[in-house]
């Protein structure tokens, strides 16, 4: 057995932030077509090299970031919190609207990415889509348990509705606020 020890030096955390606050910075003030990879380790300061030695792609580092900064926005809502569980999908729904309002142009260029690389569509769906899928669906199960949604609804159909209602919205430029996170949730708890 060989005591080899890994080439190069370890990667840096601190590199790692200062691309990624780049990353968000830059394609929040011009938007993503219009920054490149040179500008973005100009802003972060960083050789191309520590780019390409983290991320495939722009468009990887860019998730990656907005992946990062929502982490907050992705948890569990807590119905008996809320007072209801469609309180709860409302509030969960507007906390992720109000993110958009800084990021929605964003992301249309993400999914607009992904149409183009079938492996960067993948990370987007593992790494964005679904994990917002399982705690709509998660939320939406235990509503069901506590007897606020019929048993006989299909809660993973529902979630689907839910989120194709999302996505159309968004992809559309149509208003993703308070009133479209009560409408949506009213909807999916109506009798």
């Known amino acids: ?10 990667r840096s955390a601190e590199v790692d932030e200062k691309l990624k606050r780049a990353a968000l910075k830059l394609v929040r003030e011009r938007g993503y077509r219009d920054v490149s990879i040179s500008a973005l380790i100009a802003e972060a300061g960083v050789s191309r090299q520590s780019l390409y030695n983290r991320w495939h792609s722009k468009a990887d580092l860019v998730l990656e970031a907005l992946t990062d900064d929502t982490e907050g926005l992705v948890q569990l809502p807590d ?3 809320a007072g209801s569980a469609q309180a709860a999908l409302r509030d ?3 906390g992720i609207f109000r993110h958009l309002a800084l990021d929605g142009t964003t992301l249309r ?3 607009a990415a992904a149409q183009e690389d079938p492996a960067f569509r993948e990370a987007l769906r593992t790494r964005f889509v679904e994990p917002r899928e399982e705690i709509v669906t998660a939320l939406l199960a235990r509503a069901q348990s506590a007897g606020e949604l019929p048993a006989g609804r299909d809660i993973r159909m529902l979630s689907a509705f839910i989120h194709g209602a999302f996505w159309y919205r968004l992809l559309n430029g149509l208003p993703l606020d308070e009133d479209t996170a009560r409408d949506i949730a009213a909807a999916i708890f109506a009798p």
């Open 1 to 10: 057995m060989s005591d080899q020890k890994a080439v190069g030096r370890p």
């Open 109 to 111: 260029s993400l999914i």
């Open 92 to 94: 969960f729904l507007h």
């Open 79 to 81: 119905p008996a919190r």
